[in-house]
């Protein structure tokens, strides 16, 4: 028999015609029984997986089998897929055998979990109606109409987290350019842990400030200090006549009119502004936010400025005015905010003040 | 005489110096009454752009013409048509011109032009965002240079558009933007000799303190100047004792220490009663003026004060106070 055809030319003769009729039925039974060779596989356990999805692709490039027969490969090559974990493959045979069979409703079912496992909500979300759309009364698709519906809400609810989390940094971020601060690294962290300022409803900026008494290296906390407070009113807080005297301060040398305040001039170099959004978003919901590139140009906070540490020990020490409030000590030009405020405390009835004037002592 | 006058307004563009002259002499007569005005405004369109060509000249056609156009402008409707033919941008133009010899007269100008929101948006440059604001600062920055001492105040009036921009939104925002720092070089001017200088700026501040509710922390935190320029006029006449100085920052302790000149114009002490009421009104506000000690002075300021109307101004304060949380002094802190 003469296998070949001439280009263009048609069956002529009705062995011809014949011939590829049983040419087609050939293939047609090849292709039936390789499905049924896959679905033997899947029974058959985890190892056979793969020969499963040789089969039914082996199947399917027979092309002879009608689109619905063909949908029902291709949703079971998906669930094999699904099994063996290669959703995204998964995903695209559910689709393709919902194209040939829109009522294929198990394709509906393994294109929403290959959607769910790929985190693509909208997909899963729509796929389900679809699917119930086709069959009202599926219990299977309902129930995981509801896990999509729960997981849209959860991840909507972190997305509301994350975003007011940013808005929060950012916040903070431009109250503090606008009050020309500037903000260097963190200092004492094992002390501060990730304690931040915050901004009120008023737009004033509450922070967080460490006392260190220098004699003992010592630390007290003053978690609300409002910017626009006074540091005396502070201080008559701490050092009260009713409240006790510093455990360590045995001599009570430390009396409310003998101690001073102190902070470190030039202690560092100023963070730029995307390192200074970094830390604020740090331990918060949006501590894994992505930020845009840093633009060379908009350093934002002074970052080019690198005050040096002064030489000049003398004037390593600043002294602070009690009877000025917490905003205009920060603004003070040889001020770098080791991320929270940082005041050293001293006696000047302490033997110690004599050593911590004269330069000589530092906080290592 | 509709002629006859048509004729004087002719005489404005005249070649002749001579005539300009007599002509720009009687029309700023004329402006000077009430008949007069009415007579002149019917030529408006021929009069306002003939005087303000007069502007750029010499000192003896540029002076009454200047009178001239500031009374006109105290009439709204020849206001607007000034602004509406640019009459800001001209003035401020004229004004920085050295050697300009009108330049009291074309602050006051500006004062009355300011009256209305038209003019104002023309004074704050809104349309461009390029300038915007830059017209109020150069305004500003002469308004702190010159000086009451000098004798011849020609920026005196400054104030007063101040205080007409500070009524409009978006000339408090610009007047309270920290990057531009304008609010700080005008509270000083709070302590000048100036009765008008001293009215412009309490009017001005009065009015920005409007803004507390969403910009408290642009006045707060300005508070070394605001509370003084705020508290001091309203703080009576006695020498404070120490322990309510201590409690004070220096500029406010100080100043309350020693003998000092009582405020007499009773507007001031409510312009500054006000303010502070608006301040107030915010949670931050309040604790902001505790820090201070602001209270005890106002306390202290209400026994001397005899003027009801002012009285009544402390005591709309005194009620926020006790209504509002009282007992706002420091947080409480944690020790380790």
């Known amino acids: ?364 | 005489m509709a002629t006859e006058m048509e004729e004087l307004v002719g005489f404005l563009s005249s070649p002749s110096p001579p005539v300009k002259k007599a002509a720009v002499d009687i029309v700023c007569g004329l402006t000077g009454s009430e008949d007069g005005l009415q007579s002149l405004a019917t030529f408006a369109n021929i009069l306002l752009p003939s005087l303000v060509r007069l502007l750029s000249e010499t000192k003896e056609v540029s002076q009454p013409a200047a009178e001239g156009l500031v009374n006109l402008s105290q009439n709204s409707n020849m206001a607007s048509k000034m602004v509406t033919i640019g009459m800001v941008k001209t003035a401020m133009d004229l004004l920085y011109k050295p050697d300009t010899s009108i330049t009291r007269l074309l602050v006051m100008l500006l004062v009355n032009l300011t009256q209305s929101d038209a003019g104002i948006a023309s004074l704050l440059q809104t349309g461009d965002e390029k300038v915007q604001g830059l017209y109020v600062m150069k305004l500003v920055r002469s308004f702190c240079r010159s000086s009451n001492e000098s004798g011849d105040d020609s920026f005196e009036h400054v104030g007063s558009i101040l205080v007409n921009i500070s009524k409009n939104e978006a000339g408090r925002k610009i007047l309270l933007d920290p990057k531009r720092g304008l609010l700080k070089q005008i509270i000083r001017q709070f302590d000048s000799s100036s009765p008008l200088r001293k009215k412009g700026v309490s009017g001005t501040i009065r009015n920005c303190c409007f803004e507390a509710e969403n910009q408290l922390q642009n006045l707060l935190l300005v508070s070394e100047f605001l509370w003084p320029a705020l508290l001091l006029p309203v703080a009576g006449h006695k020498i404070y004792a120490e322990q309510d100085t201590v409690k004070m920052p220096p500029e406010l302790g100080t100043a309350l220490s020693i003998d000092r000149e009582p405020v007499d114009d009773p507007e001031i002490r409510i312009q500054a009663l006000e303010a502070i009421y608006l301040i107030v009104l915010q949670e931050a506000g309040r604790r902001a003026l505790w820090s201070v000690n602001g209270p005890r002075i106002l306390q202290v300021g209400y026994e001397d004060e005899e003027d009801p109307k002012v009285m009544e101004a402390y005591e709309r304060i005194g009620s926020l106070l006790v209504h509002g949380n009282g007992t706002e002094e420091s947080t409480a802190e944690a020790t380790k």
Not at chain 1, 110 to 122: T, W
Not at chain 1, 129 to 157: F, Y
Not at chain 1, 268 to 281: D, P, V
């Open chain 1, 1 to 364: 028999m003469a296998l070949w055809m001439e280009k263009g030319s048609q069956p002529q003769t009705e062995s011809e015609i014949a011939d590829l009729d049983a040419i087609a039925a050939l293939k047609e039974s090849a292709a039936l029984e390789l499905k049924e060779k896959g679905n033997e596989f899947v029974k058959l356990g985890k190892k056979h997986y793969l020969e499963a999805i040789d089969c039914y692709t082996r199947a399917i490039n027979q092309k002879v089998l009608s689109d619905s027969e063909n949908s029902v490969l291709f949703a079971n090559r998906a669930h094999v897929n699904l099994l063996l974990g290669n959703h995204r493959r998964a995903l695209t045979d559910a689709e393709e055998a919902i194209n040939l069979c829109p009522t294929n409703v198990k394709a509906f079912y393994r294109a929403v979990k290959a959607s769910l496992s790929l985190n693509l909500l909208n997909e899963a979300k729509m796929y389900c109606e679809n699917g119930l759309e086709k069959d009202p009364s599926n219990e299977e698709l309902k129930k995981l109409a509801r896990k999509v519906e729960s997981n849209i809400i959860e991840h909507q609810s972190h997305e509301a987290e994350v975003s007011n989390a940013v808005t929060v940094a950012k916040g903070l971020v431009s109250a503090i350019e606008a009050r020309k601060l500037k903000m260097g690294k963190a200092m004492y962290r094992e002390l501060t842990g990730l304690k931040k300022p915050v901004l009120d409803k008023d737009n004033i900026l509450h922070w967080p400030v460490l006392l260190l008494y220098a004699e003992v290296m010592s630390s007290d906390f003053i978690e609300d200090f409002c910017e626009t407070d006074m540091f005396s009113a502070h201080l008559d807080l701490i050092f009260s006549e009713d409240s006790p005297p510093l455990p360590w301060d045995t001599e009570n040398k430390y009396t409310r009119d003998a101690i001073e305040l102190y902070y470190e001039a030039c202690s560092g170099t100023c963070l730029s502004t995307a390192k200074l959004l970094q830390y604020f978003l740090e331990g918060t919901a949006g501590a894994n936010v992505e930020l845009p590139c840093e633009d060379e140009n908009t350093t934002g906070i002074s970052s080019s400025t690198t005050i040096s540490a002064g030489d000049d020990s003398a004037s390593k020490w600043i002294r602070v005015n009690e009877r000025r409030t917490l905003h205009d000590v920060l603004r003070e030009s040889r001020f770098i905010i080791p991320e929270i405020p940082v005041f050293f405390v001293v006696s000047r009835r302490s033997s110690f003040y004599q050593v911590f004037k004269s330069g000589k002592w530092s906080p290592q």
